[in-house]
């Protein structure tokens, strides 16, 4: 290799006007990274079908196919394009809309998590003392009650309620989300520049919103492309039990339920959500681990 | 305590304490120790002043300049601040007197938040304390500054890591200039810095002290970056003041053995003089601030040390007017 | 100090260290980065070679490759000869038959050296025990011999504690032990300083001159502070954006420095005995950017003689003095004895 090719001229020109900020340079590794690019496109597609698909189809989730009032076989003339589940509805139009709740159950019951998690975690972190101890106690006696038994209770409590659902697993999804932030905050508490941030006159809460929040917030996005997975494998869980949403409303983990019974007899009716499902878990945390990597500081 | 100072002082320390609870012993049923960071530390600073305060790592240099800014609660003592008492004041109270008293930190890259642009950072100051500016005064006044401190205008949309150690640490100083204050306290602001950067630095912090008139206390280990910065010298050695007088005195007749161990110690950059020089070699280490030695703390590594040093603590003497010095053999 | 006194980097027979050529480049996100070009350096027996550079400048990460310590990302390419074997070409067996042993090197960082939950007599008994093939008893008693040569007090009693027990100054000190254990041929001391304070750093750099001097020890002194290798080194290589761009005597590098990066950094360093008042003088500009380096001399932007010719790279050639400069301007001398 010639050096002319390599080189540019040695003051960096002084109009270049634009800086990149490191959730630029991140976000240029992880297009970089293809498995996290894969992830991201085909989570995209599942996102858009989930969402759309279900107004192109001829069926809707819930409409019964009264003239096969039994699993009939994929059927482009009847427009069942993965056939039917045992009581004739669209497998496809149920696989899309389950979907749509299981994503949105996933990204609102994150979203709580993280709204909670964060508020905690970096308060938590950041005043220490006493409010920290209380907190982090607070945090503790939640990890010792049993999730599912939790859950059950609020269920039981206020009936089964699809927000309810979300804020359920939301209130208990934060919890690890808390530790992490403060863990985080703990150590940037230390560095120069929050110090620098305090003695520039900064209140307590502008240094939390400009200081603290955007430099957790690289952690934080890992940890919540790894949390939405668990909440949608918690949403199937809780269906599974029964506890999760009701008939005709339905998830991939509903689906999944009831594809397993009738697993002998009409296998797609398990294959087809669990495809799905899968494909989704897979690309969050292959989306997470390239989100790791491209955040990660000692690669620069 | 030094010579009468022709202005009323902006800064004066009176007896300043800054103790560290340190735990001890077990893992869970430890004993809380005091760890004397700062021990009776006093001095006064005039308006527009540059006083250096040297030492070796765990002076407690660094620890003294966050406690004049109430970053860290002093012990006990007191910091005077333009007459008034600052220990004790509300926050509300100290936010208002730190407008006036800024802080260069040592390392240039982390004393900037890695999230926000250059033009934020210098700014930050202004939004806390003038939020009524508008945003294209608050611009302007940026603009301004940094074009003082030698960084281009168009860096202002850029990020700290993409400028190299002394530009960062020109921001840094910057954003520490842009309220105009009074005292700034530079906290070993070159040393993190290339050679050939450095200069450039404390030209630059002369040429701000000199357009804004301000005060500095200027804390650093390198004995030949403070004499060409300071008016006067403090030697700080495990807490308390060994040395304190104006640079050229103290440079060119210091009394404290450990003063002129330090000297001695300063390699220069001359191979035929630095092969030459004598030096006084200090034996032992450090002793622990959690348990200095009795009488004068630096008695343990003294050359001169008798048995005075161990049971008497020295009391401050003045060879010459504004010098003081602390140890029981500067007249040998 | 060897008798027969050489600048130039040619091999003889008393070399210990001969690189030739050796290039470092990395792989980083951004592109390949060239961080050491095309450099030739020698070291004798009984030498203390001084390096000085800047950040940016390769002089550690000449060494790192030299004992094939490179990051994962790094390349080396070139010839570093070490006695019959090529170190860029040798397995990792004979690396680490030399690493350690014949050849030793000492960090700044002399914290993350030493094993954390480790006894410090016994991670250097340890060192013994794999290069000599030492019983544990007489390995101890090696070890204990050295500390005490290091004038750490109460070696007896300093190896049964862990490195956090210990001060920098001591813990510096056990690395250079560490290091000595095996009487190398050749210690590599990387800013062995920079992280003590002065009055510790005067000891240790006492101990590397006695070292060099009884031991017959090659030694190479890594440092960006020119008073230290004024002190202690013998023959000084001046790096710059990856390249040595002065290699001299150290009187001759001290006293009539030829290349203006040379003449700069002696000229801005605040120094205890220099003349006060004024402003200190200054080398304009940023340390290199090693993505960024103009196709000429990398010094370029920064100089104040700066010619047309410096668009091409300068080789590095004899100069007056009798050291080497990689700069295509011959008068600068009269320049400067003009100026002043």
Redesign the interface.
Known sequence: MTDVNLVTPAIPV??????????QDAWRRLLRNRAALASLIILGVIAFLSIFGPYALAWSYDQIDWDHVEAVPPSLALKHYLGTDSVGRDLLARTLFGGRVSLTVGLLATGVALFIGVTVGAVSGYLGGKVDQVLMRFVDLMYSVPLTFFVIILMVLFGRNFILMFLAIGSVEWLTMARIVRGQTLTLKH???M?????????TV?ILL??VV??VLGVVIVYVTLTIPQVILLESFLSFLGLGVQEPMTSWGVLINEGAAELEITPRTLIVPAIFMTATLFCFNFLGDGLRDALDPKD? | MTAPLLQAPLLQVRDLKVHFPVKTGGLLIGRYQPLHAVDGVSFDLAPGETLGIVG??GCGKSTLG?AV?Q?LPATSGAVIWLGQEMTGLSAKEI?AA??NM??V???PL?????????GDIIA??LR??HPELSRAETARRVAELMEQVGL?P??????P??F????CQRI?IA??MI?KPKLVICDEPVSAL???????V??LL?DLQKAFGLAMLFIS?????V??ISDRVLVLYLGKVMELAPRDLL?QAPRHPYTR???S???????????AKP?I??T???PSPLNPPSGCVFRTRCPKATDICAQVEPVRESPAPGHDVWCHHSRD | MPSTRKTADVAGSDTVLDIQGLTVRFETADGEVQAVSDLSLTVAKGECLGIVG??GSGKSQTFMATLGLLADNGRATGKVMFGDADLLTANEATLNSIRGNRAAMVFQDHMTSLTPHMKVGRQLTEVLQRHRGLDAKAALDAVIAMLRRVQI?EPERRAEMYPHEL????RQRVMIAMGLLCHPELLIADEPTTAL???V???I??LIRDVKDSDNTAVILIT????????LADRVAVMYAGRVVELGD??QI?SEPQHPYTQ???A??????DA?GG??????G??P?LQRLPPGCAFAP?CPYVIAACAERPPLRPAAGGGLKACVRDDLASITKAAS
């Open positions: 002084p109009d270049v006007i634009e800086g990149r900020s490191l959730w560095r120069e520049f110090e620098a941030a305090r003695a520039s006159g900064g209140s502008s400009r200081h955007p430099n620069r | 070796e790592s966050r800014l970053l936010k730190r407008e800024q802080i930190f040592q390392d982390a004393s900037l938040d890695p999230r926000m642009t250059a930050e100051p806390n304390y281009l168009g860096m202002i949309n850029r990020y890591h993409e190299s150690g002394g530009q840094g954003r520490a309220l290339d050679v050939s950067v450095r200069a450039q404390i030209n002369k280990h390198d004995l030949a970056v004499r060409h440079y161990a330090l000297m110690a300063v390699p220069i950059p001359d191979p035929a003089l630095e092969r030096r070699i200090l032992g280490d450090l | 800047e950040s007090p001060s920098g100054g001591l304070d002065v009055t750093q005067a000891l750099l006492d960006h502070d020119l008073g230290v290798v004024a002190g150290v009187n001290f700069g950094l002696l801005c360093s605040p120094r205890l005995d006060l402003k200190l003088k200054t080398i304009p940023q340390p950017n920064r």
